[in-house]
């Protein structure tokens, strides 16, 4: 990085200095109302989502993704440390270049234990983003940024910290999610990491479910799709804002993922199987098109969401549920549960098409999550956004790190009031 970086600041520097005044968006009253839907407002190095292709990682569609990035011998799915080279250099790593990675994080996987007893301290029914949440931020006391910036760190040197921080935190992002796991729902047992296994399939080995090689390429399969979904997401854009202050990779990350704790963000793929088992429970066999498509209407009519269906910026199906629909058609293909998503994909794009008000009639990525883990007997739900978090910390440190190498500021925009807005507006 230390190689890159010099230049691309030369890059952005002579693009501002050339074209700063350049409009690239307008701020207008429905979108100051309307959540700044689709308004170009941040700058990530790391991902885009195309409306019509979905997520682009350094310009890598996930197919190609997954297709180029390095997989551990006899493995189908990449690993974690090729993909995190991928974020972090912006370009396709080699096998050796990944297992570098693997191998930072092997060496940096240690947990403190001061961290495993916060979470047991905790209510036991504490729900488990928390959790979550919380293992991060305690270990904020382990930050080599905090310490280096109250000693004499250079803010050219920002970003070497930022990564310290970034490569330690993400090194123990399975140990911390299993413990949570097993804390949460297996009394409390713990396994260590097996040396001899990637970042991405220890997860697997730590709740159990080391003998079941498919589910540990589902993991592979899963922290990758999970990674980044440009810049502006709830969780991201959170954790950007939070990290601006030069709050570090720590505090960061804990925010972020509270954000993706939320019912519209991550929370989505929980509520997604809920909505799921719901229909399986309401039929007595298999339903027909028909009976489906009239519990989608009727879920509507209850004034509810379809979840897993639609989304703030996609307009076509999720690429990262093609994936896993991939995944299940080879690996789990008699899964009842799996033959419901399917139907479910046929009838509900007609069902909200039809309310002429959804933009995005298609499904996103929580449509089929939660199924995938279910098979496989991971069957606490509310788990299911901390794997979530997982995959996502990982995009969230890299432009972390991109962010302090490129010196942007602390992000201080204004607010207006509606009384402000009508005097704009009066006489208009
Ligand atoms: N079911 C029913 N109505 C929906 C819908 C769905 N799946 N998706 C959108 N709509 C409605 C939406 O509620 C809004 O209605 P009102 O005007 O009455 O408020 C209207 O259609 C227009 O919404 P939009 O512009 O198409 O979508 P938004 O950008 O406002 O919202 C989502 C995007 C993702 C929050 C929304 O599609 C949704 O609630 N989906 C279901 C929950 C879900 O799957 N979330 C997962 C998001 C995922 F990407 C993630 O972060 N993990």
């Avoid at 700044?36 to 569609?61: A, H, N, W």
């Avoid at 004034?303 to 703030?312: R, T």
Wanted: charged fraction near 20%; proline fraction near 5%; glycine fraction near 8%.
């Amino acid at each position: 990085m230390a190689a890159i970086i010099p230049a691309h600041r030369a890059r952005v520097t002579k693009l501002v200095r050339s074209h700063g005044s350049f409009v690239v968006d307008q701020v207008t009253i429905d979108r100051l109302y309307g959540g700044l839907r689709g308004m170009t407002v941040l700058v990530s190095e790391i991902s885009k989502v195309d409306p019509q292709y979905g997520i682009r990682l350094r310009g890598y569609t996930i197919q190609e993704v997954l297709d180029l990035l390095p997989k551990a011998p006899g493995t189908e799915y990449p690993l974690a440390g090729g993909l995190y080279y991928l974020l972090l250099m912006g370009e396709m790593p080699t096998l050796e270049d990944a297992l570098m990675v693997e191998n930072e994080w092997k060496a940096r996987s240690h947990v403190p234990d001061y961290v495993f007893n916060v979470l047991k301290s905790l209510p036991a029914d504490t729900h488990p983003m928390t959790m979550f949440s919380q293992a991060i931020l305690s270990m904020q006391h382990e930050s080599v940024f905090a310490r280096r910036y109250n000693e004499d760190l250079q803010k050219v040197d920002y970003w070497e910290a930022a990564l310290e921080d970034s490569l330690n935190l993400t090194a123990k992002l399975p140990t911390i999610a299993a413990f949570i796991y097993n804390l949460r729902y297996r009394d409390g047992q713990f396994i260590s990491p097996d040396p001899n296994l990637d970042w991405s399939a220890n997860f697997g080995h730590m709740i159990g479910k080391g003998k079941d090689s498919d589910y540990l390429e589902l993991c592979r399969l899963f922290f990758v799709l999970h990674s980044d979904h440009e810049g502006a997401n709830v969780s991201a854009h959170t954790a950007h804002l939070v990290g601006s202050t030069l709050s570090d990779i720590y505090y960061s990350c804990s925010a972020g993922i509270n954000g993706l704790a939320g019912p519209l963000h991550g929370l989505a793929n929980q509520k997604c199987l809920r909505w799921l088992l719901s229909v399986r429970e309401s039929f007595e066999s298999f339903p027909t098109r028909d009976q489906l498509e009239k519990f989608a209407s009727d879920t509507l009519n209850a004034g509810k969401v379809i979840p897993g269906y639609g989304h703030a910026v996609l307009r076509t199906v999720d690429p990262r549920f093609t994936a896993q629909l991939k995944f299940a058609d080879k690996y789990l293909p008699q899964d009842e549960l799996f033959k419901l998503v399917k139907l479910v994909y046929e009838v509900v794009p007609d069902v909200l098409q039809k309310t002429g008000k959804v933009k995005n009639p298609w499904p996103n990525v929580d449509a089929i999550n939660g199924t995938l883990q279910y098979h496989y007997g991971v069957k606490e739900f509310e788990f299911y956004t901390v794997l979530f978090g997982v995959g996502r910390i990982m995009g969230i440190t890299a432009n972390n790190v991109w962010a302090r190498a490129l010196g942007l500021p602390i992000e201080r925009p204004v607010s207006l009031t509606t009384g402000n807005l009508e005097e704009l507006t009066a006489g208009i």
